[in-house]
Every structure is written in C-alpha cells, then in structure tokens.
C-alpha cells in the first residue's frame, strides 16, 4: 500500500523548500502542502492495492447489501432502500477509501523515514501530516458526492431535505476519520500489519454505527449506546439530512458527538503521533 520509496515528496524541480531557500523564494503554508500533496497523489496512483481497496471497494460494497435489505422491512422504521445505502455507501468511503488507506500511508512513510526527512525542511509538524492525507481527503470527498449522485439516481432517493446536516456529517466524517487513521498509524508497525490494526474500527463501525444495519431497526437502550461510537453521528446525520426526520436536538447531538470524536482524533495525532520508524 506504499505506492514507492520517495526522496523529497515535497520539493520541485529545484530541489523544494532547501531549493526554495537557497534561491531566497518565499513559501507558504499552502504551497509547501500543496507540493507534497502532489507528490503523495503519484504515488497514490502508483499503488494498486491501495487504489482498489480505496476506490473499488466502497463502490462495490453498498450495493452487495441490497438482497440484506430488502429483507430488513427497513419500511416499518420509516426508512427506504435508498435511505440505508446511500449511508452505507459513504460510510464504507469513510472507513475504506480514508481510515484505512490514510492508515497504510503513514505508516509507509514513517517506515520508509520519509517523514522524518520532511520534518527536517521548511514543513511544520501538521503540514507534514495534512500534506500527506490531502489527496486521500480529496479523493474521498469526490467519492462521497458521486455515490450520493449514483444512489440519488439509481435508488430513488430523494433530494435532502436538509442538506446543510448531509455536509456537514461528510466532512466530519472526513476529518475524523482522517486523523483516526493516523493515530492507528502510530500503534501499527508495518504496512501489512495496518490490514489487522484497521479491523476492529471498521467491524465495530460497520455492525455497530449504522452503516450495515440502521440504528432505527435495533432496541432503544442498545441503538442509545451506539450513537456514541466515532462514526455513528457521521451517518445519523447524513441520514437525517436526506430524509429530513432529525429533530434539532437530535441534529445537536450527533453534532456535538462526532466533533467531541473529531477534536479527540486530532489531540491523539499530536500526542501520540510516531515520527520515526518503530523496532
């Protein structure tokens, strides 16, 4: 899932930020991740285990559940085919096309020490580790609102009737998830290993948050205790943002819990993220 060894993902033709300050060119924060951004997504592109299970896998996955639903009689909690797909869809992006691959990244990276080599140029700590996920971000962002177009047009969903929470749950989702991936980095020791420390998040979250079976099907008490896992508030609210059924209080919550998850996320990465290879 590395895609290759690179020498200085973040520099350019001359050399990149020691090039840059050599001629005396000024650089900004957002040009120094731009660079390195560019540079993961060609390697992004090179690896192919990493493509497919980012990109083909959240395709195909929601819509191999749709014999599983049809036999939920999802109808008698209000819901419809396409109102459990289309969540199952994104959060399958979520977990597979970001958490996951996000994982594999920095572990490459860190293992291949080109983290290390990049913390010793112009690029801050969180530039180096948001440079990196950029185009993962990026590309699960773009697979969110294709797969929210393709279940639109091929499931009869409706349009959202409260978009704003629909976006909102996405970008959540893409943050946390994000950062998730890079804390899971810090406890994993090899790429092939990121395939076992990936695994309980993503069990957890596709049987317990929504994803596979909708938290409106389960017992009060039990579907109580699963709103709070990391990515329950993601799909409650892209859910709710297409059928229009959350209450405020009920949009506030989910909010209030996948931005408690978010800014939780986030403090790992900088207490505990691993910047040297582990042995």
């Not at 990244?105 to 112009?122: C, D, F, H, S």
């Not at 991936?181 to 998040?201: C, H, K, M, Y």
Request: some cysteine; glycine content about 10%; aromatic content about 6%.
């Amino acid at each position: 899932m590395s895609g290759g060894t690179v020498r200085n993902p973040a520099g350019d033709a001359a050399g990149g930020p020691a090039g840059a300050r050599t001629r005396g060119a000024a650089t900004t924060p957002g040009s120094r991740m731009a660079a390195l951004a560019r540079a993961e997504l060609t390697l992004l592109g090179r690896s192919r285990a990493t493509v497919v299970a980012a990109v083909l896998v959240p395709f195909g996955l929601p819509f191999s559940l749709r014999p599983v639903v049809d036999d939920m009689n999802v109808e008698d909690s209000g819901l419809s085919v396409g109102l459990v797909l289309l969540p199952a869809a994104i959060g399958f992006s979520l977990l597979f096309g970001v958490y996951s691959a996000l994982t594999g990244i920095y572990t490459a990276r860190r293992e291949e020490l080109v983290l290390k080599r990049l913390r010793t140029g112009e690029l801050r700590d969180v530039e180096v580790v948001a440079g990196s996920a950029l185009p993962v971000f990026t590309m699960g962002l773009v697979q969110c609102l294709v797969l929210a177009v393709g279940c639109t047009a091929f499931l009869d969903v409706p349009a959202p009737e409260a978009p704003h929470l629909a976006v909102l749950g996405v970008l959540l989702g893409l943050v946390m998830c994000s950062a998730l991936g890079a804390v899971t980095a810090s406890v994993t020791r090899t790429v092939e290993s990121a395939q076992v420390t990936t695994l309980p998040f993503v069990l957890v979250s596709m049987v317990a948050s929504g994803v596979t079976v909708p938290l409106e099907l389960l017992p009060g008490r039990l579907a109580s205790g699963f709103e709070l896992l990391p990515l329950s508030p993601v799909i409650t609210l892209v859910r709710g943002g297409w059928s229009g059924d959350l209450s405020a209080y009920e949009a506030l919550g989910a909010l209030a819990t996948a931005l408690a998850w978010t800014v939780l996320a986030v403090f790992a990465v900088g207490r505990w993220f691993r910047w040297e290879p582990r042995r």
